[in-house]
Nanobody
Framework: QVQLEEFGGGSVQPGESLRLSCGVS????????MAWFRRAPGTEREFVAF????????YYTDSVRGRFTISRDNDANRLYLQMNDLRPEDTAVYYC?????????????????WGQGIQVTVSS
């Protein structure tokens, strides 16, 4: 059974940083593309960042580009999201997602497995 679990969320002030991680069990991630999504209060879940299986393809949604960095450690079976210069509009539940294949996509219905989500709150 494939399971994903997010770590590292919390409450911070604007301008501060957080690092999310996602541990995967039951599946070796080196064959898989992965991504981060988020759902802000009262909105639908949206794409945040994508990384291909060997980190050769990476892209971000416009609102986080230059502030967030997605990375992965295939040996550790983990995915990361470094979030710098956080803003109140980054407040959301963040989800890691995994595809069984390596194709690049920001569409959530193309991802096969999801974590339960973790809260990130940015407020002064």
């Amino acid at each position: 059974q494939v399971q994903l679990e997010e770590f590292g969320g919390g409450s911070v002030q604007p301008g501060e940083s957080l690092r999310l991680s996602c541990g995967v069990s039951g599946h070796t991630i080196i064959r898989s593309a992965m991504a981060w999504f988020r759902r802000a209060p009262g909105t639908e879940r949206e794409f945040v960042a994508f990384i291909s299986r060997l980190s050769r393809t990476i892209y971000y949604t416009d609102s986080v580009r230059g502030r967030f960095t997605i990375s992965r450690d295939n040996d550790a079976n983990r995915l990361y999201l470094q979030m710098n210069d956080l803003r109140p509009e980054d407040t959301a539940v963040y989800y890691c997602a995994l595809r069984r294949t390596n194709g690049a996509t920001s569409q959530e219905n193309m991802y096969d497995y999801w974590g339960q989500g973790i809260q990130v709150t940015v407020s002064s």
